[in-house]
């Protein structure tokens, strides 16, 4: 994914529920969109509410976020156009990224980190990218909180072939700072970027991407 391999840090705004914020960030240049699918999220939206997702198709990449998901919902959103992009932010294991990446479609797989021993089981997923965060069992789709960074650097050293998506607590106040300090292939900003769950601050999403747009 072009997502993943560009000279700068590329940006996720994650959590988008409404069309007009989706346009909006297309217009500002932002590289990707999260759509969260998990019905106990804040920032939930039904997929029949979001039909417009199609219209987004090549302007922007789609990413259907999904927790413990038993349906084909996935795979079907994927196969309707309305997706580009899986994120597994649960419990799955490996034998269910592989089913995702053996369709043909890009999986990234969240895992929340706290201690170095968390940095293990990254190596068991065939994914396209692994997403960083806050270590928080039974709290899926995200915590905004932050984790140490250090982690991080350590997940690199280890598996230096493996894009990184840094999640939990980005911030417009330290976006730079971990554009600097962890050199990600991407930060992914849900609260970060709100004026409340689910309704994006564009005040805050241009400084999240300046401080992405920085280099590295």
């Known amino acids: 994914m072009e997502f993943l391999e560009r000279k700068n840090v590329s940006l996720k705004i994650c959590g988008v529920k409404l069309e007009a914020d989706a346009e909006g ?41 999904f927790v413990n998901e038993s349906s084909d919902l996935p795979f079907r959103l994927f196969g309707d156009g309305m997706i580009d992009v899986v994120q597994l932010h649960g419990d799955e294991d490996a034998s269910t990224v592989l089913r995702f990446k053996e369709a043909g479609i890009p999986v ?28 928080a069992p039974q709290v899926f789709g995200g915590t905004g909180e932050t984790f140490d960074w250090k982690l991080a650097l350590d997940f690199k050293r280890r598996f230096p072939e493996v894009p990184v ?22 930060l992914d900003v849900a609260s970060g970027a709100e004026i409340s769950p689910g309704v994006k ?16």
Not at 50 to 65: D, E, F, N, P, T
Not at 117 to 130: E, K, L, R
């Open 165 to 186: 998506v840094l999640a939990g607590g980005i911030t417009p106040l330290n976006a730079a700072s971990a554009v600097d300090e962890v050199a990600p292939a991407a």
């Open 25 to 65: 960030l297309v217009a500002l240049g932002v590289d990707a969109v999260g759509f969260n699918f998990w019905p106990q999220s804040k920032r939930y939206l039904d997929p029949r509410d979001g039909v417009w997702m199609k219209g987004l198709a090549g302007k922007i990449l789609r990413v259907g976020v």
């Open 201 to 216: 601050n564009f005040e805050k999403v241009k400084a999240l991407l300046a401080a992405c747009r920085r280099g590295l």
């Open 108 to 135: 990234i797989k969240a895992l929340g980190v706290k201690i170095s021993d968390d940095i293990d089981a990254a190596g068991v997923y065939p994914a396209d990218a692994i997403l960083l965060d806050a270590h």
